[in-house]
């Protein structure tokens, strides 16, 4: 099974991806580490794109997505978590990650792409500030036992 988690920057992706991976078992890959597969970049986004294909019906893989363009890569079948929290929160963690500092560019450029996958298609949606990520994994069981 792929299991897609999508967000923006900061927003609780990552700490949902190692929640799911504690109750499946998963692979996971983040943004473009699937570059690793190949020497270029057209031969491993190919050999990624297969290896998503063949996990939609074999081994439990979760792809975690803060850019829009990797969304693409998805086959169908993939199950797709959208990661959502507010901007106060997304700002916070962004500073902590920079040691304190949060840049106003910086600042600027997560204000600006705030809400950029809102409108996106997903399976089920996460609140990266207060969800239970047990209702999560509760939801992916579900899907793959049947």
Known sequence: MVI?????????KSTLATEIQKVIGAETVTGKDYLRLA???CEAEKAFRAKLAN???????IYVISEKQHIALLPDGAIRILVKADIETIKDRFK?????????????MLIRNHGVFDAENHDIEYDGVSGDPAEVCAFIEDIGSR
């Open 39 to 41: 020497k270029s970049e």
């Open 55 to 61: 996990a939609v019906s074999g081994d439990n893989m």
């Open 96 to 108: 902590k990650r920079l040691r304190g500092n949060l840049p106003p560019p910086v600042e600027q």
């Open 4 to 12: 897609a988690i999508i967000g923006e920057n900061c927003s609780g």
